[in-house]
């Protein structure tokens, strides 16, 4: 009996020595949530409208906003209601806010080497910054914006366009070009929706 309560005495005394108080969690800046190789898809009347991949997601809740961060990258690819992809848009960070306060929009934020590519329409933008307003179908920036096409050049500050990267409005524009002369007989192939030639009957 003696040696079992020494037995117990000791551990008690090695536990409290050895375990000090916990620090508390800043739950603003410690994810509550880690989920790796996230595939995401957004329907709209049945139909793929867009996909969303991204390596790492981390779910974040602070007092006033919730929100999902990509610190691995993400890419995200629209289509259109036929179901052709028509857009592209890559980062290398990015984050998705979820206000708490009604009547505020979700905000998505893409950030570090953004890269929007209208397939169809054979555009590609690149800048440091864009927004997308979810409820607005936008996609905006302030930041400065380069837009390669195939009538030309063109650079700015600021830039407007739908979700899909289409009827893009660049602000500010300066020192671009446009290209005059085409040649009339250049067949524009679509590689990424390119199903081959039709089989014979």
Same mark, same amino acid.
């Given at each position: ?5 020494? !037995? ?5 005394v ?50 006033? !906003? ?10 995200v ?36 080497n ?25 996609i ?5 914006v380069?837009?390669?096409s195939r ?13 899909? !990267? ?14 005059v ?21």
């Amino acid at each position: 009996m003696l040696a079992i309560t020494f !037995v117990v005495a000791s551990i008690v005394v090695s536990c409290r020595s050895g375990i000090g108080e916990a620090e508390k969690l800043d739950l603003s800046k410690t994810p509550t949530q880690r989920s790796h190789d996230v595939f995401a898809v957004q329907t709209r009347n049945g139909a793929v409208s867009m996909r969303m991949e991204s390596p790492l997601m981390e779910h974040y809740d602070a007092d006033t !906003v919730s929100y999902d961060a990509f610190p691995q990258g993400i890419s995200v690819y629209g289509y259109t209601e036929d179901g052709l992809l028509e857009s592209i848009i890559v980062a290398d960070d990015a984050r998705h806010i979820v206000p708490k306060k009604a009547g505020r929009d979700e905000i998505w934020e893409a950030f570090g080497n953004v890269i929007m590519h209208n397939v169809l329409e054979q555009e590609t933008m690149e800048t440091d910054t864009v927004y997308w307003d979810q409820a607005k179908r936008e996609i905006y920036t302030d930041c400065y914006v380069k837009l390669y096409s195939r009538q030309g050049f063109l650079q700015g500050f600021g830039m407007r366009s739908d979700d899909h !990267v289409r009827n893009s409005i660049l602000y500010r524009p300066f020192d671009g070009y446009g290209v005059v002369v085409q040649d009339s007989t250049a067949v524009i192939i679509d590689s990424v929706n390119f199903i081959g030639p039709f089989p014979k009957k």
